[in-house]
């Protein structure tokens, strides 16, 4: 039996290869010793008869690739961006929160300790965050402009 962690949308796609529901360890898992090619996108959350190890879902089982994850970012920043207005200081956070952000989630949340995968989740944020305020002003450029 190899137990997953399989998001509540994600449990239709793997029910048709057999995955199921123990309601007990509330987990789903796949009743054979040897995971199918069509469930390896899932991460196991138990192998062999240790206790059940609930794991946080990190980027590669997240998103499809990189660039789905920069798309995602891309889109949201836009619509984080088109919720506020842009600032006299808009230049100054499109610098300092990034920063912030990137010293933030990766020195003191410990991203250090998850090695690659904790400084990819770092740069990804400051990047967002970037991102947000680069459009933010590109739209103060814009309206100066019209006028």
């Known amino acids: 039996m190899i137990y997953l962690e399989i998001a509540y949308a994600q449990k239709d ?12 360890e509330k987990l789903w898992y796949f009743p054979g010793d040897v995971l199918p090619e069509e ?15 609930k794991i946080i879902l990190d980027i590669p ?6 660039a789905d994850h920069v798309a995602t970012i891309n889109r949201l920043s836009s619509q984080a961006a088109s919720e506020r207005e842009p600032g006299a200081l808009t230049v ?8 912030w952000r990137f010293l933030n989630f990766y020195f ?7 090695g690659g995968r904790g400084l990819y ?27």
Request: hydrophobic share 40%; glycine share 6%.
């Open 108 to 114: 003191l949340r410990g991203g250090f300790r998850e």
């Open 92 to 99: 100054v956070k499109m610098i300092a929160n990034p920063a």
């Open 121 to 147: 989740a770092a740069m990804s944020a400051a990047f967002y965050v970037f991102l947000k305020y680069a459009k933010l002003y590109e739209r103060r450029l814009r309206t100066q402009r019209r006028l």
């Open 13 to 24: 796609e793997a029910k048709p290869f057999g995955v199921r529901w123990d309601p007990k």
């Open 61 to 66: 089982f997240s998103y499809r690739d990189i």
């Open 39 to 53: 469930l390896e996108c899932f991460r196991p959350a138990k192998t062999g008869k240790g206790p059940v190890k």
